[in-house]
């Protein structure tokens, strides 16, 4: 007999504001006991020391994250110069410095370097996983830790402000797998000096917003007339950009049993197949049938 999954069935999307000084699975964590959901998860990790938008999904919307985390990014971060860490953010040892401070205009005209698509190598503090083991336990080991050199892809990278002769303020919209400590660490170099980040905040992920988003603490205050909660987004909230096609009652029970169904007129590729306002499945369609990749037990 299989197992009861302890909690209630909760179905859909919450725009969480990380606090500092918090884990990401921590976060999980709490959602999953103030709400009581049986299943919860994040889309896209944080750093503890960092701040922003964590999409987190409850129930079957868990089955969406991967869409969520393939979105772009946004981040604003602070830059720390003459000053490099172990892990590269604020968290880490010292282990080197200079003396050399870069002024607007420099760092200004290295900013279309860093602009496009990039090359980066990841901290060596990251959650990359080397011979099935996580690169920051490896380092905190005292292990060199080798990651290989990854394209990514930064959107836009803007300087909005010079605090004092240490510090800047930056603006990026990035794709999947970029690392912000590691384009720190690079523009600094560019420059001539070294750095680590002292502030991160991440603004955005796909459609979620940290000008919509909820804190922890209002969440448990809110959570208390759950009929009432009105930040639980849908389901589909991550599949945004997915198409929506309608198939009939008939169609939708094979759908839910693995079974494919015949969609005429519709072109090839990956699609929500909706029951009315239901999801049922994720799809493809390929030459006018209709596959489940992922069912909804909804």
Known sequence: ?????KGIPIHG??????????SSATAVAIVKRVTNAQKAGHAGTLDPFATGVLPLALGEATKT????????????FTARWGESRNTDDIEGEVVDTSAHRPDRDAIIAILPQFTGTIRQTPPAYSAIKIDGKRAYKLARDGQDVVIPEREVSILSLSLENIIDTDHAIFRVSCGKGTYIRALARDMAVSLGTVAHLTQLRRTRVGPFSDKDAIS????EKLWQCPAEFEDLLPLTTALDDIPAVAISE??????????????????????C?????IPVAICRIEDNNLFPVRVFNI
């Open 1 to 5: 007999m299989a197992r009861r999954r």
């Open 13 to 22: 999307w919450l725009n969480v504001d990380k606090p500092a000084d918090m």
């Open 65 to 76: 994250t991967p869409y969520m985390m393939d979105g772009t990014k946004e981040y604003t």
């Open 216 to 219: 922890l603490d209002k969440l």
């Open 250 to 271: 008939t169609q939708a029970n094979r759908v839910r049993h693995g079974n494919d169904v015949v969609i005429p007129n519709q072109a090839d590729g990956v699609v």
């Open 273 to 277: 197949a909706m029951e009315g306002n």
